[in-house]
């Protein structure tokens, strides 16, 4: 039994990538968070859906989870950036469960910039430890040096003993 889980949104594929890669790295469980009722978008639309979401602060249905999460000593969180911060799914998530003394690392795909993301995690993980913090941009555009990234970082975590 593994003592770590990652906790991932994916639109696109990136923060998917990513949350396979860290778990096959650190012999981590996955928890995909799905969003319920999800249309299909062009790429500006995409971009206009999610960004109304998080301006909006939207908490949309997702797909039940499931989970005894008190197994795990290691929780990390990933995901796409929506208008400078986390993907609204998460809002749903953080809605339901809620964490404490748990180590927590966090990873997050983009193509402008990681923003308040890592930040904004925090506020909502707060009575948590922080153990590190993954940016990648352009991840699948970029997908060997976003690969290269994953397991420096990886090798990281397992020398924190995390």
Request: glycine fraction near 6%; charge should be positive.
């Amino acid at each position: 039994m593994t003592n770590t889980l990652i906790i991932y949104y994916s639109l696109d594929g990136n923060s998917k990538f990513v949350a396979k890669t860290l778990a096959k790295e650190l012999k981590a469980d996955l928890l995909e968070i799905k969003v319920e009722k999800l249309k299909k978008h062009s790429k500006i639309g995409k971009l206009f859906w999610g960004g109304m979401q998080v301006v909006m602060k939207k908490k949309p249905e997702i797909v039940f989870v499931k989970k005894d999460f008190s197994k795990y000593k290691n929780l990390i969180f990933g995901t796409p950036v929506w208008v400078g911060t986390y993907a609204s799914p998460f809002n749903t998530f953080f809605n339901e469960f809620s964490f404490n003394k748990k180590n927590v690392v966090l990873f997050c795909c983009y193509d402008g910039s990681e923003s308040n993301t890592f930040k904004n995690f925090k506020k909502v993980l707060k009575g948590n430890k922080f153990m590190g913090e993954l940016g990648l941009k352009k991840t699948l555009k970029n997908k060997s040096d976003s690969l290269k990234a994953i397991k420096e970082f990886s090798k990281k975590l397992i020398s924190l003993k995390y």
